[in-house]
Each structure stands twice: as structure tokens, then as C-alpha cells.
């Protein structure tokens, strides 16, 4: 029968050393996982930052003295965005437009098909040529327009801008403004819209940004809410 091999002791001196190895490599541990917690958080940028939007030269509604601008980044061919044209906007001109509360902007995100594309620089071409009023004008006549069952087909053809356009504006206004979107002169602000949109990280329509800040409610309330910290963030 072999001899039982006999136990080490551990000395008082190798119980310290050893007790403090663990404590710096908990101590390491801890630090790496603080950093990617904190460079987690960097990479994100926070939701309560303020996205750097620029405003120049965009539509809008509202009065100029309004003290919070609202965004709403859409495609002519989304139904969801003509539902948002059509059914919360309205409560928006009414309570927020026309009260001078907020100034609200239409900026492009054409995703869907060439239609999209085509349908947002046509229309920027209408702000350039025959200014703001009529563009907007212009803006919800495609929204009304839109039918369903043509969202994945090109229907949105020159022929048919330029027919859209000359139910809100004269015939003469129309060609002139077909044939400045045929030299394109509405392309550097669509692509400038479409830069703005993918810089934000925008996957979808309609995106609406209050204040600078992605609108992430559902409700009127919740629109609300957001105008009013904005406005105070403003004074």
C-alpha cells in the first residue's frame, strides 16, 4: 500500500500574496466592464441628446416666431404616412401649427421604390420654383392621392406629377416646374433630406423629431409632452 502523500501548508505569507492576487484581478475585472458600460453608453449618444438638424431651406407650416420645430421625415408611397397626413397632422395644425406653438418641417426619406425618389425630388422642385404654399398644397394632394394597391408599382411618373401639380396650380406653373425637374434642380435638396435621414439612423416613416428629439410616444399626449419640454429646453 503506498504512503499517503502529505498536504502542503499553507503559510500565513501565501495566504496574503494569494488574497491579493484575487483582489486586483476582481479589481481588473471590474475596471473592463466599467469601460464597456461607459463606451456602450458613448456609442449610443443618449436618448436626451439633440440630433443636429438643420433647418434652412426647408418647407414648413407655422409662424417663424414659434419656439420648437417639428420634423417629419416621410415617403409619398408610405401609408402610414398619408394615415399621419390625414388623421393626426390635422390635430397638430390645429392645436400646435396655428396656435404658434411649434413651426412643423417635411423632410424627404424616399425608401420605397423609384416612385419615392422621384415623387420627393419633383416635389422639392415645386418648393424651389413656386415657394411654400404651394408646395404644400402639392404635398397633401399626393398624400390623398395615394392608393394602396400601387405601393410597390412606378405610378408616380412625370406625366403624373405634372397633371397632380396643375390641380393646385396653373398649367403654365406645371411645365415650368417639369421642366426645372427634368435640369435637376430639386436633386440637392433631396439628397441633402436623404443625408439628414440616414445620418439619424432613420430606418422607417413617418419619423417625427421634436425639438431635436426622436418622438418615441403614440398618443396626442404624448406629442404634448414632448412641445412642451422642448419649449421650456428653448426659453
Not at 502529505?6 to 501565501?14: A, C, D, L, M, S
Not at 424616399?110 to 420627393?120: E, G, L, P, T
Not at 392608393?147 to 411618373?157: F, H, P, R, S
Not at 436633386?187 to 418622438?215: C, E, H, R, S, W
Amino acid at each position: 500500500m503506498s504512503k499517503a502523500k502529505k498536504k502542503k501548508k499553507v503559510t500565513p505569507n501565501q495566504q496574503t500574496s494569494s488574497s491579493k492576487w484575487i483582489f486586483w484581478v476582481i479589481g481588473i475585472i471590474a475596471v473592463c466592464i466599467l469601460g464597456l458600460i461607459v463606451l456602450s453608453n458613448m456609442s449610443k449618444g443618449g436618448g436626451d441628446e439633440r440630433a443636429a438638424l438643420t433647418y434652412d431651406n426647408q418647407p414648413y407650416l407655422g409662424k417663424e416666431s414659434a419656439p420648437v420645430e417639428v420634423v417629419e421625415f416621410g415617403d409619398y408611397k408610405c401609408p402610414a404616412c398619408k394615415n399621419f397626413t390625414e388623421s393626426f397632422f390635422p390635430l397638430i395644425q390645429k392645436d400646435y401649427v396655428d396656435t404658434g406653438k411649434v413651426k412643423f418641417y417635411f423632410m424627404n426619406y424616399a425608401f420605397i421604390n423609384n416612385d419615392s425618389s422621384r415623387a420627393a425630388e419633383f416635389a422639392e422642385t415645386v418648393y424651389k420654383e413656386l415657394g411654400n404654399d404651394t408646395f404644400w398644397k402639392f404635398h397633401e394632394l399626393l398624400y390623398k392621392k395615394q392608393n394602396a394597391a400601387d405601393e410597390k408599382k412606378d405610378v408616380l411618373t412625370e406625366s403624373y406629377l405634372e397633371d397632380t401639380l396643375k390641380e393646385v396650380s396653373s398649367d403654365a406653373d406645371a411645365k415650368k416646374v417639369a421642366s426645372a425637374f427634368k435640369d435637376g434642380k430639386g436633386k440637392d435638396a433631396f439628397d441633402q433630406d436623404m443625408k439628414t435621414a440616414n445620418d439619424l439612423g432613420i430606418t422607417g416613416t413617418p419619423t417625427i423629431y421634436v425639438g431635436g428629439k426622436k418622438f418615441e410616444g403614440k398618443t396626442i399626449d404624448d406629442f404634448d409632452q414632448m412641445v412642451k419640454d422642448a419649449a421650456k429646453e428653448n426659453k
